[in-house]
């Protein structure tokens, strides 16, 4: 109770004191947390008493005169607990009016009719004088009378806005609430507070999300987002289209499931949880070699590495990068079992096999050991020189050996050898040189026990003949396998150590790739952390490069990265490192730097260097970089960290006009937080039912009656109150949730029209808008179908509005779209006509119904030429192309006269209504809208001639 932001506090109508109250309760009374409410006079608590023996709502002031809504539970017989009600004014008849103002605030009041009262001194200063009522204050004055409805409604308003001042047009955020005087009079207060200067920087970072949506979506390994829900954890919330594809999904399948259907069983999902959950919990990285499940069944192995988001905030969830290793690790396999297989073959062949290097044994077979007498592994690593009798017979057969070896040829002797417990033994030996142009590379010798041969040599003189023989052809031969099975193993080092190197060096041009930049970067951490010294780590985008690749092809893009990663190399020192991520983004380590000063010299020669063209086979181009900068310890003491500072540091660059480079600062992080934390709410916006669908009449004049509405979103946060859609849509569109939102506004919209024709509404339509994200589905015609026979409508009666530029973004594949929806009786409208760049070409073969002439041609029309002209062509232009022209934001009786003249059949707009909740609809359905149908003379007209 004491942690709320809720005054409550217990009052004693016997001892006409507070017994007791919470923090909340002494900010409101203004007692510090040493003074007893013992100490507030009668006269202060004169007010409080009155209220309670009203037994009823009630309202109390503060000294700063801001008003605030109380109830009372009587808790005894003289005792009450004293509770605030937020913002629930229409309960609380408030005994007393905002009259007395803080001077220091920008507070003003107004009458029931909207006209001026007073003013605070500051807005005195502040506002023009000019103003005499509450719409005069907002710059959009539609803005001004949906706050004023929303007021009405709820009996308060909040929002941001662009005002008038002094100082000229600003974004205010304003506070709007309503005060009843008497059951039918009452005033409106207007707290402002100006926050322009946040205001304008938020407008600045909308693109930067959306190309940090670009790259996530388009990164070479898979990212994966996860939280925990109460009944279900570890839940993907988010994914980018390579990780589904590496699980054989597509993204939309994967989101909202749990990451257990990745797995092998759920023995293994929950064995993994309990190793790497407590973990992550800590901050740390978690990373394993796993094997994981596809979407038809296969299993294949997979690097995953993953951590935490933010160990502060675990609500945040983590984020988990998958690479698909399966190829690699089944290589590996192979490479093993060869290298197993041939190890055996050493080490049962039946003469003695060693390898030395500068006459010291590298490794010997099983069969080598027998002979001179030695335990499995004692030689390694020993001198040649303990089986031979004396130290110059050691120095000639080194002599002997040395010229065949050196040319290539087998050495091939018989010699009087020493074993380990010093008797002697002939032995036949077979060397050669492993690379006779480099003898330190080592030999391999082979060797067998001829003692007994030579025993016996006397006497098997010709048997001797005969053996020799036999052991010469077997000797090549074994020479020969050893020969190729050195190659092969050889060959696989080479290999193994290429794999090494693909592994941690971009394949295109050669440089450090994520992995191995990630290495170095937590080094440099390290050593500039032992060495209490600084680094810095500039993160490169190519401006541009898209449009590059995408005119000259991806050959010509490979060559312009490779050239680029050269010039990169030439500005920065030996020790330094620059990498590749992927795409066009590149990353220099600068370590041990002095000063920022020797940062931007880098810098400057990087732009130095861009300022050259770049040839290609094609043509010769131009490039610039966008570099973002963050140093280390200032703005990160982590490899991760740093990173991440860099790249944000880098968006602002581009934000900037490109071509420039930014050093990281607090305020971008802090930007960048607040809009995650927007994107957040609005992943639970849809599932906590936070949207609200309001309705706003469409009238033909000709019965002036209402033939359709159309659907219009709200987001009612439950902090923020209502969010304009112009703040969430857009981001709605970059991270891909305008599919669900656009289905759920189409299915409910579609529920409520079935609603109404169960109510007898028939004929009625309703219009619903369409984005480019959600057509694009290739399920979406289908989608659309079914809704409509999941509610039972009539299909022409469902209004499909797509804008203009959207249509014309991929014009042939939207022209298939709309006929398969026009064929199923599907009316289809283009809005917001005139503000796009559309062919007429084009428009003749969509399959349209409808032409929306956009409200800004309209708010001028009575004034502006150029706007009447217009709006007269299109309405023209549409009948001849046999389709209705409905005008939206129709305000005057002048507006709607002047383009009744042209032509205009049907109208939306504030002269006819407002958008409404669902359920006014009956009602204006049965109205009558009457209008004055004569346009105004010597109005515009007067200056438009007629074709």
């Known amino acids: ?139 959009d004055v539609e803005e001004a009378h949906s706050a004023l409805e929303q007021v009405d409604l709820t009996d308060y308003s909040e929002g941001v806005y662009r005002v008038h001042t002094v100082q000229g047009e600003r974004w205010h955020l304003i506070q709007i609430t309503k005060f009843y005087v008497s059951a039918t009079r009452w005033l409106y207060q207007m707290r402002e507070t100006d926050i322009d200067p946040l205001a304008r920087t938020n407008e600045r970072y909308r693109d930067t999300l959306l190309e940090q949506q670009v790259l996530f979506e388009h990164a070479g390994t898979g990212v994966c987002f996860t939280k925990d829900f109460p009944n279900s954890p570890r839940q993907i919330v988010r994914c980018n289209s390579t990780f589904a594809e590496i699980y054989g999904y597509q993204a939309t399948e994967l989101i909202g499931q749990s990451s ?70 089944h290589a590996n396999h192979t490479l093993k079992t060869l290298l197993h297989e041939h190890q055996l073959i050493l080490d049962h062949a039946m003469v003695g096999i060693v390898f030395l290097k500068n006459r010291k044994v590298t ?29 110059a017979d050691w120095l000639k057969a080194g002599a002997d050996c040395y010229e065949p070896l050196s040319e290539g040829n087998v050495f091939r002797g018989e010699m009087l050898l020493s074993r380990k417990d010093g008797s002697p033994l002939w032995c036949d030996v077979r060397s050669k040189a492993i690379n006779p142009s480099d003898l330190d590379q080592g030999s391999i010798w082979i060797t067998m026990d001829i003692t007994e041969r030579k025993e016996a040599d006397a006497a098997l003189a010709k048997a001797h003949e005969e053996l020799e023989q036999r052991v010469e052809e077997r000797t090549e031969a074994l020479a020969a396998v050893v020969e190729n099975l050195h190659l092969e193993i050889s ?31 937590e080094q440099a951490v390290k050593n500039a952390s032992l060495n209490d010294s600084q680094l810095a780590v500039l993160f490169i985008d190519l401006d541009r490069f898209k449009h590059i690749n995408d005119s000259l092809g991806h050959h010509e893009g490979d060559q312009l990265l490779i050239q680029v990663a ?57 490039i610039t970089p966008s570099i973002g900068i963050a140093l280390y310890p200032n703005d990160g003491k982590s490899a991760i960290e740093l990173m991440k500072n860099a790249d944000a540091a880098m968006y602002h660059a581009k934000d900037n006009g490109r071509n420039c480079s930014q050093f990281f600062t607090r305020g971008i992080d802090d930007t960048l937080q607040e809009r995650i934390g927007l994107e957040n709410a609005l992943h639970h916006a849809l599932k906590q039912q936070q949207f609200q669908l309001y309705y706003q009449p469409q009238v033909d004049v000709s019965s002036n009656k209402m033939i359709g509405a159309e659907a219009l979103i709200r987001w009612i946060h439950p902090e923020k109150g209502i969010i304009p859609p112009d703040a969430f849509i ?34 009625f339509v309703v219009s619903v808008n369409l984005s480019a994200l959600q057509v694009q589905q290739p399920d979406f015609v289908s989608d659309v179908c079914q809704i409509i026979k999941r509610c039972g409508i009539q299909p022409e009666r469902l209004d499909l509005e797509l804008t203009e530029s959207m249509i014309m973004r991929n014009a042939e594949e939207t022209i298939k779209t709309l006929k398969q929806l026009s064929e199923q009786g599907l009316q289809i409208s ?35 030429p150029d706007d009447a002209m217009i709006c007269r062509t299109i309405i023209s232009m549409a009948h001849n192309l046999n389709l209705k022209v409905i005008a939206e934001g129709v305000e005057t009786n002048e507006q709607q006269a002047l383009m009744r003249s042209y032509g205009c059949e049907l109208y939306q707009g504030y002269l006819f209504s407002r958008p409404v909740p669902a359920s006014e609809i009956p009602a204006l359905r049965e109205r009558s809208f009457e209008v004055d149908t004569n346009p105004p003379a010597s109005t515009i007209l007067d200056y438009i001639s007629v074709p």
């Not at 010997?364 to 004396?390: A, M, V």
């Not at 189409?746 to 509404?761: F, I, P």
């Not at 503000?835 to 969509?846: A, D, H, I, N, V």
């Open 730 to 763: 857009p981001l709605a569109e970059e991270t891909g949730l305008i599919v669900d939102i656009g289905r759920w506004v189409l299915e409910s919209a579609c529920q409520q029209l079935r609603a109404w024709t169960d109510q007898g509404m028939d004929g």
């Open 260 to 329: 257990a259907m990745l797995y092998p069983d759920t023995q293994e999902y929950y064995a993994i949880g309990n190793s790497a959950y407590p973990q992550l919990k800590e901050g740390t990285l978690f990373q394993r070699r796993l094997r994981m499940k596809r979407k038809n069944g296969s299993l294949f192995w997979s690097q995953i590495r993953g951590k935490m988001i933010s160990p502060e905030n675990p609500d945040l969830g983590y984020i988990w990068i998958v690479e698909d290793i399966n190829d690699y690790v």
């Open 1 to 139: 109770m004491q942690s709320t932001d809720i005054a409550i506090w217990a009052y004693s109508t016997e001892k006409l004191e507070i017994q007791w109250g919470n923090r909340a309760a002494r900010r409101f009374w203004n007692l510090d947390e040493k003074t007893c409410f013992s100490h507030l006079t009668p006269q202060r608590l004169s007010k409080l008493q009155q209220a309670l023996d009203l037994d009823q709502p009630f309202s109390l002031s503060t000294e700063n005169h801001e008003i605030r809504c109380f109830q009372a539970e009587r808790l005894s017989d003289s005792t009450y607990l004293i509770t605030e009600k937020l913002r629930d004014t229409t309960e609380c008849k408030a005994h007393e009016t905002p009259t007395v103002f803080d001077q220091n605030n920008l507070i003003s009041s107004y009458d029931q009719s909207g006209y001026l009262i007073e003013r605070s001194d500051l807005a005195q200063l502040t506002f023009n004088t000019s103003e005499s009522r509450i719409t005069d204050r907002f710059v």
């Open 830 to 864: 283009i809005d917001d006509f005139g503000t796009g760049y559309s062919s007429l070409s084009y428009l003749k073969r969509f399959p349209l119904d409808k032409l929306k002439i956009d409200r800004s041609f309209v708010n001028d029309i009575t004034n502006d």
């Open 566 to 622: 050269n010039k990169l190399h030439e500005v920065i020192k030996h020790s330094d490192t620059v990498a590749r991520l992927g795409g066009d983004e590149f990353v220099i380590i600068l370590d041990n730097i002095q000063n920022v000063s020797d940062v931007n010299h880098i810098i400057d020669r990087i732009h130095t260097e861009f300022q050259q063209e770049i040839q290609l086979a094609l043509q010769d181009v131009y």
């Open 363 to 391: 490794h010997c077979n099983r069969r080598f050991e027998e002979i001179f007498g030695y335990n499995e592994g004692e030689l390694k690593g020993s001198c040649s020189r303990q089986w031979y009798l004396s130290e």
């Open 491 to 521: 060959e696989r080092r080479i290999a193994e150590e290429r794999v090494k190197h693909m592994a941690l060096h971009d394949s295109l041009t050669g440089l450090p790739n994520r992995a191995l930049l990630e290495e170095r970067l």
